[in-house]
Each structure stands twice: as structure tokens, then as C-alpha cells.
């Protein structure tokens, strides 16, 4: 925000400590992907081997054949992300420790934001669906046990690193099913006192679910959900964002920037499942 949208009143009168808006700010779905990637330069490249065809027997000559591996690489290309904020107005606003440090909370959450948003493109880039594309039931078992044995019928291991992702009114509708609130079909246990909960998930017939408030088509009627193995996803992110508090002498200006250089790519299209949820719907 720039400072001349700042009114006069806010910057001659303020807390001592802002109060955020509501925001999403940490990366939720970093925990749910693979970083692996071999960077060099700005170029990302994640391996990937072939699946194996049944073993052999000995040839009519008695030699054993000869098999190859099936090897291939998917790449990205990381790019710089930014937040900026300045402070140029000669007021005491100017002079509040706690802007700056607004400024950097504040940039930290876009640069998450980004990281994010570059994960669900590449799982947008997926063309497996469930029903053709169309609308699901998600207040109903029987649904999910379609969409998780059509990823599993592709060969995806069912390995405990397989993640569900929906929207808020998809969960909503899930939460009317029996066996996923109950304690008895899912692993999840009341919050520890203390404990945060972001990014924090339900286990339920061996995925991984997840609230997600900046899925596409989140609100629509083509609200798109997923479940997909955390190999079929990679994201790579050259170190922790970095955060830059600076004055401009020459300008007499304060300032901030926040930037990381990442990218996302899909690397195994197969293990990837989309389902399409209607966020209009009423609740069941």
C-alpha cells in the first residue's frame, strides 16, 4: 500500500500494535510436495524412472535379455517473486517500528501466497478427473471410494504420502459423512492446548486432507479438488524467503522487500486425481 493512500489521521494516530485483517499466511501445501529438484542456474529438473514391466525368462539360446531403463526428466524454470513496501511521507507514521515490521509480515504471506498458487497451477496442468470433469458428491462415501480406487488403479503407491485437497464448502460436505468425522475411521485427534493449527490435516482412508482456501473455481460450481502422491508434484525454492529492511538516504525514504526464487512443476502427470465440487451447493 502505498503511504499517500494512508489517511492523515492514521498516521498522526495509531495503536501501539497493529491488529492484522484475517490472511492466509503461512505455505500450507509446501508440506505436501517434493523438493528434490536438481537446480542449476535458474533451471529445475526432478528425474523420473520409468515403471518396470514384468520380469523375463532366459531366451531359446539361454541368454538372459537385456533391459533399459525408462529415463526421463521433467524441468522448471524458478523465477524471482516480490513484495515491496515504502514509507515517504514526513509524518510520524514514518518513524513506527511496527509498520516495518508489518511490512515484512506482510511479505512474508505474499511470498507464501505465491508459493502456493505456483503448486495449484501445476496440479491444474493435471488431466486426470473423476466423473468426466463433472460435479461430485462429497457428502457421500461411496464417492471417495471411486476417486481414491481410480488413483490407485494407476499404479500411485498407497504409501502414506498421498494428500486431499478441497475447498472449505467441499469439506463442509464431507464432514456430514459418518466415518470421517468419527474417531474410529481417521487419525484425527483433538488440538494439543497450545498447538497452532495451520497446516494441519485429517487422515481418512489413506489420504492426507486439507482445507484450502485458494483452489480454482473455489465459490463456483467448478470448484476443483484433488487427491495426488506428494512425488507427483515438485517444488523447489532456493532457500528461505529473504526479508530486507532498508533506507533510501538520497530519498529519505524507509522500505521493505520480501523475495524467494522457486518455481513448481507436475512430474508424474498419473499421480495426480482431480474432482470437481460445486461451492454453491447447499449444505446436506
Not at 197 to 213: A, C, D, F, M
Request: hydrophobic share 35%; proline share 3%.
Amino acid at each position: 500500500m502505498a503511504v499517500n493512500q494512508i489517511t492523515a489521521q492514521f498516521r498522526t494516530q495509531y495503536n501501539d500494535e497493529f491488529k492484522f485483517d484475517y490472511d492466509r499466511e503461512p505455505s500450507l501445501l509446501k508440506q505436501t510436495v517434493r523438493n528434490d529438484g536438481a537446480q542449476h542456474g535458474s533451471t529445475v529438473k526432478w528425474d523420473v524412472v520409468d515403471p518396470s514391466d514384468a520380469a523375463n525368462v532366459r531366451t531359446r539360446d539361454g541368454l538372459i535379455p537385456v533391459s533399459q531403463l525408462g529415463l526421463s526428466q521433467v524441468s522448471g524454470t524458478m523465477e524471482e517473486h516480490f513484495k515491496k513496501f515504502q514509507i515517504d511521507s514526513f509524518d510520524l507514521f514514518r518513524a513506527n517500528p511496527n509498520t516495518r515490521a508489518a511490512h515484512a509480515r506482510k511479505g512474508r504471506a505474499s511470498i507464501n501466497k505465491a508459493i502456493d498458487q505456483s503448486i495449484i497451477d501445476a496440479l491444474d496442468g493435471s488431466s486426470n478427473a473423476i466423473n468426466s470433469g463433472s460435479a461430485i458428491d462429497f457428502g457421500v462415501k461411496s464417492t471417495f471410494l471411486t476417486w481414491i480406487t481410480s488413483l490407485q488403479n494407476l499404479d500411485v503407491d498407497w504409501n502414506g504420502n498421498i494428500w486431499g485437497l478441497v475447498t472449505p464448502n467441499a469439506w463442509a460436505q464431507m464432514e456430514t459423512i459418518n466415518d470421517f468425522v468419527s474417531n474410529d475411521f481417521n487419525s484425527f485427534q483433538p488440538l494439543v492446548e497450545g498447538a497452532p493449527p495451520v497446516g494441519q490435516y485429517r487422515e481418512w482412508l489413506g489420504v492426507k486432507w486439507l482445507r484450502h482456501t485458494g483452489l480454482t473455481g473455489k465459490g463456483t460450481s467448478t470448484a476443483k479438488c484433488y487427491i495426488y502422491s506428494m512425488d507427483a508434484v515438485g517444488h523447489q525454492i532456493d532457500g528461505e524467503p529473504q526479508t530486507h529492511m532498508y533506507y533510501e538516504d538520497e530519498e529519505d525514504r524507509y522500505g521493505t522487500w520480501v523475495k524467494a526464487i522457486h518455481c513448481a512443476a507436475l512430474v508424474l502427470t498419473r499421480g495426480v486425481y482431480r474432482a470437481v465440487h460445486d461451492d454453491t451447493a447447499s449444505i446436506a
